[in-house]
């Protein structure tokens, strides 16, 4: 009797472990499939704590864009920049300085029927041609055809409007569609060599199917990256990483009507009475244009004024002599991170100064890492791009590497600058990738600062380019647009200072370009160089 009991609990003990451990097979099969949506797709894979976890909710939020209430729409019902036009709100009021402008939008169709919701990419901008003097706009979108835009007026004289449709809402869906679903559009590949064998594969943040890949995920950030793995090589026998190319067909042949040089992209939106106000001067002068307070969201942060910038939320010297320049950086250490557009601050100072003299590190044209040296005035300016994505030419596999892990590196203190971008490359990922990239950056910048308070931060923000039909489906303004948003939201309420290229950019008269011209350029140098020096009022 007694053996029987004992065999009978026993046997209930088992049967209870037996369930738990079913229990928890389960569950964790179903986290994996929670988080899981592709095999290698790193940025379905992140553990994020309940505050990262919460704040990325929040930022995706705050970038949720209008769709239509139908699916489908067909291109004449889509918005036709030609047939629509913007009202000016009391066109002939009385403005003064300062003063806040009020511009309406109305958006029709290809047949000329307004629409009925929002969800187009607008740009806006105030100018004066002839005192070279521009401002962006606030733009509203009130979701029903209609879009509110405000200017703020920052200098007398007659100002006159300029309203364009980037992509018309219908666009943006696609856009959206892609950045979700396509990831692959832009492919990269990494070199594997041993000997005189080589092998190249294809490389991302994520590679579909069931391919053997290398893992090349940073063990510091946990950033993830991935090949496929060469046939006969080991995954330590890469040798460098490239862009390899841009895929075709994305879109069906009506997607494709949606995104046409000449009809709706980056088209004006003409007037349909006045485009222009007469301004005055204020009454009296004071400061009140100043801002001291910096806030990344201000807008407009700045104006042009005779091609110069005019910040608004602190004040710029404007360095037109070299040795102004040398004077401000001599003794530091300057440290620019990132692409293309922040590696133009290394060349024009390079250019610009003839005692900073580029040191030959044999790297390739265009990619770096690249050094110039000032030795009689102690002067080390550097430029590193950073991590994957990144579409660059050939990049050592070496010379891979991520910003937080540079800035990890750095001591920091009076003598030290760093100015960073990153933004571009990142355009045909989902913005988890994104956010995940400036979370690791952030950490790092805090843990700078903590030890080192005296180190100077500056982030140049995200610029509009010049825009066609295929560059719009890798690197459109709205995905830019996205991005910066996303950006300044992240990097608001730390000690770092913004360089406002986006408004710089658009505020311009000159034609849109990934790649500012040199006056351009001037002047963030100058905003840039402002925080090094500042003025002392």
């Known amino acids: ?168 809402s219908e666009a943006i869906q696609v856009l959206l569609r892609l950045r979700e679903e396509r990831p692959d559009r832009v492919y990269f590949k990494s070199s594997f060599k041993s000997g005189r064998y080589s092998e190249t594969t294809e490389c991302n943040v994520c590679l579909p199917g069931d391919l053997p890949v290398c893992n090349f995920t940073d063990l510091y950030t946990g950033e993830p990256w991935f090949c496929y793995k060469p046939r006969k090589l080991p995954c330590a026998s890469r040798i460098s990483h490239a862009k390899g190319g841009y895929q075709k067909g994305l879109l069906t042949q009506e997607e494709s009507l949606f995104f046409q040089s000449d009809v709706n992209i980056k088209r004006p939106i003409l007037s349909s009475g006045p485009d222009s106000v007469i301004v005055k001067p204020k009454a009296f002068t004071d400061s009140s244009s100043m801002d001291r307070a910096e806030d990344p969201t201000v807008s407009p942060s700045g104006y042009y004024y005779e091609d110069q910038w005019r910040s608004r939320t602190h004040w710029i010297h404007h360095f037109n002599k070299s040795d102004d320049i040398t004077k401000c950086l001599q003794g530091k250490v300057i440290h620019l991170f990132g692409d293309s557009t922040i590696r133009q601050w290394f060349e024009y100072l390079t250019a610009f100064v003839p005692d900073l003299v580029e040191f030959n590190l044999g790297s390739p044209k265009n990619v770096g890492p690249f050094m110039s040296v000032d030795l009689k005035h102690n002067i080390l300016l550097k430029f590193r791009c950073h991590g994957p994505p990144i579409r660059f030419s050939t990049v050592f596999s070496s010379e891979l590497r991520y910003i937080a892990n540079e800035l990890n590196g750095i001591v920091g203190g009076r003598n030290t600058v760093i100015a960073i971008t990153i933004w571009s490359h990142f355009s045909t990922f989902p913005v988890e990738v994104y956010i995940r990239r400036l979370r690791n950056i952030r950490r790092s910048i805090i843990q700078l600062l903590d030890r080192s308070p005296k180190t100077l931060i500056i982030i140049r923000t995200a610029n509009v380019q010049e825009l066609g039909p295929e560059v719009s489906l890798f690197n459109s303004d709205w995905y830019s647009f996205q991005l910066d948003s996303v950006m300044r939201k992240m990097f608001s309420g730390i000690a770092v200072h913004f360089v406002d290229a986006w408004e710089m950019s658009l505020a311009h008269y000159l034609p849109h370009n990934l790649h500012p011209k040199e006056v351009i350029v001037k002047n963030q140098i100058d905003a840039f160089l402002s925080y090094v020096c500042p003025l002392q009022t």
């Open 1 to 168: 009797m007694w053996r029987d009991s004992f065999r009978l609990q026993i046997f209930c003990l088992l049967m209870a472990v037996l369930a738990v451990v079913v229990l928890v097979h389960n569950f964790f099969q179903l986290e994996t499939t929670k988080t899981t949506r592709k095999p290698y797709c790193g940025y379905k894979q992140q553990f994020l704590s309940k505050r990262e976890q919460a704040e990325q909710e929040s930022l995706l939020a705050a970038i949720q864009w209008p769709k239509p209430s139908d699916g489908k729409i067909a291109f004449v019902q889509s918005t036709d920049p030609a047939r629509s036009d913007f009202v000016i709100v009391k066109p002939g009021g009385f403005f003064r300085v300062g003063d806040q402008l009020e511009v309406l939008v109305h958006m029709k169709d290809f047949q000329g029927r307004p629409k009925q919701y929002g969800g187009d990419y607008l740009q806006a901008r105030i100018h004066s041609p002839l005192l070279k003097a521009g401002a962006t706009g606030r733009i509203v979108d009130c979701r029903n055809g209609l879009y509110k835009v405000f200017f703020t007026l920052l200098w007398p004289g007659e100002i006159k409007v300029s309203v364009s449709l980037v992509h018309p």
